[in-house]
């Protein structure tokens, strides 16, 4: 059988996925928005800008803690807003810092809310953990679309060529 | 005739060695080619943007002053001034349209002396860490930012 010189070569773009955690309080957060709405609208981001998602919310900060620890690693980017009562930064928080710090993928940290206006949060303690962590406040739930609008540009996967 | 949104992007220190200082820090993006972008994003959104970049906090200062009665948004990216000037934070007080503060890196995961802001207590809302993009990627949530204010 006649080999063909070069083998055909068939391309496939990975699509990247984005773990969207949503922490304490954000179901009474008084946007005026409902979780599901919320999501619906994540689900519209992504699609306008190609990435896949996996939606999750608790009330329970430790879950939250352990999700962003814990499964990480699974996903090309994850966005994380760990809710209304949180009022400061994960990287100023121990908790978090220890979730985040050496994170491979990339991070962004939504608040609906300006969280830095507080004269007194201004100087927040925050450590040099590095890494690739983004911050979006104070866009209201508009600060999730311009995340996952990051993230696709973060995440942008080279094209994998495949010989068939 | 509608109005067209006007939007004053303010740079500050170091930021016109963009491309060439760190750019495992701060990416391989001129300033001029992200000025570019952003007229682009601009020009498809109906906004106007004039993009500007001062090594001198007077400089900045007296911008901000003057983007009263001219612009709709100042996004600021003050760069080092940031966590120096209460004189920029105070002109930014003085300026009623929606402010934004932004930066290309995330200074809450860096350095001590970059933790404070004082930018941040007089804007509306902060965007760091999504590198060069950011920029862009604000200027097109402009509208929604606006109408949700």
Known sequence: ?164 | MRKTTTVHVINGPNLNLLGTREPGIYGSDTLDEIATRCSTAGERLGLHVTFLQSNHEGQIVDWIQQATGRADVIIINAAALTHTSIAIHDALRNFDGLKIELHISNPHVREWFRHVSYVSTAVDAVVAGLGPDGYELVIGSIHELMASA
């Open chain 1, 1 to 164: 059988m006649p080999q063909s010189a070069a083998p055909a070569l068939r391309e496939n773009r990975v699509t990247a996925k984005v773990l969207i955690l949503n922490g304490p309080g954000l179901a009474d957060s008084g946007t005026g928005i409902t979780l599901d709405e919320l999501e619906r609208a994540c689900a519209d981001s992504c699609a306008d800008v190609g990435l896949a998602m996996e939606f999750r919310h608790t009330d329970d900060e430790n879950r939250l803690l352990a999700w962003l620890a814990g499964d990480s690693a699974g996903f090309d980017g994850i966005i994380v807003n760990p809710g209304p009562s949180a009022r400061c930064a994960m990287t100023s928080r121990a908790s978090y810092v220890a979730a985040i710090a050496g994170l491979k993928t990339p991070l962004i940290e939504v608040h609906l809310h300006n969280i830095y206006k507080d004269t007194n949060a201004a100087a927040d303690g925050s450590r040099q953990i590095g890494g690739d962590i983004g911050l979006v406040c104070g866009f209201g739930t508009s600060g999730y679309r311009l995340a996952l609008q990051s993230m696709a540009r973060k995440t942008a996967r080279p094209i994998v060529r495949e010989s068939t």
